[in-house]
């Protein structure tokens, strides 16, 4: 197609979406000027959709080691991780292809893309600092294993502290009062009236927050034992915790 054709030509692609319901699959057309992706995202979403595409980006890797520097390659993780909402502007990626010595955008992009999938497994999936080794491929060099496995171990707890900060701050229990409804009338249903006293800790919305209701008994049976089988769940996370707290003290 010459030029004033492929500016006109929409482009299409196809997205299977499984689950309940059954799968189902989406025609997306959009035309050139609709597409908005940077360089890097773009890059990034071409990887999310051709996971075959990640045997080849392991390969970009070695390309750390032309920093000639632990303290380059760390700036690189916190760059990518502080930028992780935006993607890196221009400054910062020339500070980067600077740093391994690189001419072009384009030799830096795959190792950008194969850097922050490492970043997202090792902060977004339940990996532990053990296991994070055990995320590189054997083609890996040894030496820049170690010294990812390092640099992510170190920075972990941190990043996922930083989640936990990005998410919407809910309301917290304060205080728990009822009464009974309907006690006198015969022709009522006896009804139970829950008073809760939430305080919200969001900066936007900071304050107490007084929450009214009335249960009769089949719906009060039904949350006793949504309630219980929370308390349950949280019991066994709380046991899981305190046995890998024991292995680590104890490896210590």
């Known amino acids: 197609q010459n030029s004033k054709t492929r500016a006109q030509t929409p482009c299409s ?7 309940n319901p059954p799968p189902r699959r989406f025609r997306i057309e959009v035309k050139r000027e609709e597409l908005r992706f940077s360089k890097e995202n773009l890059s990034v979403f071409s990887f999310c959709v051709f996971g075959r595409m990640e045997r080849s980006l392991w390969g970009h890797l070695p390309l750390l080691v032309m920093s000639n520097s632990k303290d380059s390659v760390e700036y690189i993780l916190q760059a990518l991780w502080r930028t992780r ?12 292809r600077e ?11 795959p190792l950008l893309v194969c850097l922050r999938m490492l970043i997202r497994r090792c902060v977004y999936e339940n990996v532990s600092k053990d296991d994070i080794q055990k995320l590189f491929p054997s083609e890996v ?25 990005d998410q919407v701050s809910l309301p917290r229990l ?18 139970a009236v829950i008073n809760l006293k939430l305080q919200n800790d969001a900066q936007s919305h900071s304050g107490e927050l007084d929450v009214k209701f009335q249960l ?6 039904m949350m006793l034992s949504s309630m219980s089988c ?4 949280l019991s066994d996370m709380d046991e899981t915790s305190n046995r890998r707290s024991s292995q680590e003290t104890n490896m210590i």
Do not use: C
Request: charged share 30%.
């Open 141 to 165: 060099l040894p030496e820049l294993q170690r010294l990812l496995t390092l640099l992510l171990q170190k920075f972990q707890r941190e990043w996922r502290e930083d989640l936990l900060k």
């Open 13 to 19: 692609f196809s997205i299977l979406v499984s689950g």
């Open 85 to 96: 909402k935006t993607g890196l502007d221009a400054a910062d990626r020339l500070v980067i």
């Open 216 to 221: 009769a008994k089949d719906t009060l049976e």
């Open 230 to 233: 929370i308390k349950d769940q």
């Open 99 to 109: 740093m391994l010595q690189l001419q072009h955008d384009s030799d830096l992009d």
């Open 174 to 191: 304060k205080a728990m009062t009822w009464n009974m409804a309907n006690q006198n009338t015969e022709s009522a249903d006896p009804m």
